[in-house]
C-alpha cells in the first residue's frame, strides 16, 4: 500500500513531486526484487 500511496500523496502537492515518488518507488521495487534476486543467485554453492 505504502508503494501505491506515495507517488499520489505527493501528486497532491504537485507533478513534479509525483515524479520523484515515482522515481523512489521504481528504486525500492528495483531494490527489493531485483538487487535481492542476484543475491541469492551468488549465496548457492
Known sequence: ?????????LWIIGPDWFLVGVF???WLLYRFDFHN???????LP
Open 1 to 9: 500500500m505504502f508503494l501505491i500511496a506515495t507517488p499520489f500523496t
Open 24 to 26: 523512489i518507488v521504481l
Open 37 to 43: 534476486s542476484l543475491d541469492t543467485d551468488q549465496q
